[in-house]
């Protein structure tokens, strides 16, 4: 996933209004561009494919060997940019994707609400916690939609879920959640491929770095920038806990944590790298809640890898993509135990409905702050070696 913004390319953006964006109808094709056209910008294209009623307009990333697949994905003649601003500047795009690296999904946000786009941004929503803040900022006054990735709360059996054994109360007072993700392997110390020793030709190396110091090629920071700082907000954190953390918000009705310790390191071999590749953290939240989060890449054994487990009154819920399993406590026996399947993935339909009926999407700027602010929080006491209390200029 290529990033497409520099220091330079904030300077005269001369960005579209606002007021200049169409009302899109109900039953009108909403016209999309996709800023940062890498693997995941792609599959989040393949999913406004499945959900219909969309036309792509424009693509815009770093690397034109990006652009030409997400010309592939779209299935047909787009335009091609280095500069987002294109894509932005265009009167025929109604919204965007944005799945560049962490670094930069604050200022792009905050453009294209600016220019008058609806915006599904990657998750984690901010690098940095007062970033929230801003783009908060950014969607109310331009009265855009934003979506942000964290996608459980639009798989079926989520929702499900919640119904059944949150909203019900036979889950009964829940004192803390287990998450767990372990095995992920595009967090791990990869090797890049061989071919990229060299920058390779048609790659903006500079443009990925956006803003930050400017480092010579490095394949490794382009093919598996998850495991630095720079980039990300920590691998564990941003790109796993994320997911899971947001669903406790949403389940559990909690958004900031009391206070969050978190411990762990690099135990796999330094190389060129800067995250932790395990880690343990430990969230304490209003109503006597723990919330633990554990993510060891060690292990890539891909079974039982995965969960998050609401330890109730009632029962245990343990629930990820690939579904959800409830054990009664005694006193729900009559209940018995509950299990599904996993279902299909619905969170960029949810925003394109969304777009068209300019409600609130399952995860709007207020939840991805929040989500990404738990990584934070957990980020700042694995740095410092301390624990961390929640400070009020961190509310919305």
Known sequence: MSSSVTRRTFVGTGIAAASASRVVGANDRIRLGVIGAGGRGRYLMSQANKAGGIQWVAACDAWDVQRNRAEEVAGAKIEKYLDYRKVLDRNDIDAVIIATWDHVH???????????????????????PMEGHK????????????QC?????????????????????????????????????????QRPPDEYASKPEG?????????????????????????????STNAQMGGLFVHMVDVVHWYLNVD???????????????????????????LEYPGHLLVTFEANVTDLIRQNSEDIVFMGTGGRL???????????????????????????????????????????????????????????????????????????????
């Open 106 to 128: 604050c200022p792009l946000t905050i453009a294209a609400c600016e220019a008058g786009k609806d915006v599904f941004v990657e998750k984690p929503m901010t690098l940095h």
């Open 135 to 146: 783009i908060v900022n950014a969607v109310r006054a331009n009265k855009r939609i934003l």
């Open 149 to 189: 990735g964290t996608q459980q709360r639009s798989y079926p059996h989520f929702i499900e879920a919640k119904r059944k054994f949150i909203d019900t109360g036979l889950l009964g007072k829940v004192t803390m959640v287990r998450t767990v993700w372990n095995s992920n392997a595009a967090y791990r110390n």
């Open 203 to 231: 790659m903006d190396w500079e443009l990925c770095q956006a803003h930050l110091p400017k480092v010579r090629w490095n394949a490794k920071r382009y093919f598996n920038h998850y495991v630095y700082w720079d980039y």
């Open 256 to 282: 900031r944590p009391l206070s969050a310790t978190c411990m762990g390191g690099i135990y796999l071999g330094k190389e060129d790298r800067d995250t932790a590749d395990n880690i343990n953290a430990i």
């Open 318 to 396: 343990s629930i990820f993509r690939w579904g959800y399993k409830f054990l009664p406590a005694k006193e729900n026996e009559a209940a018995g135990e509950q299990s599904a399947g996993p279902s299909p993935e619905l969170h960029v339909a949810n925003w394109l409905d969304c777009v068209r009926s300019r409600q609130k999407p399952n995860v709007d700027e207020v939840a991805g702050h929040y989500s990404s602010m738990a990584c934070h929080i957990c980020n700042i006491s694995y740095k410092e070696h301390r624990q961390v209390k929640w400070q009020k200029e961190w509310d919305l």
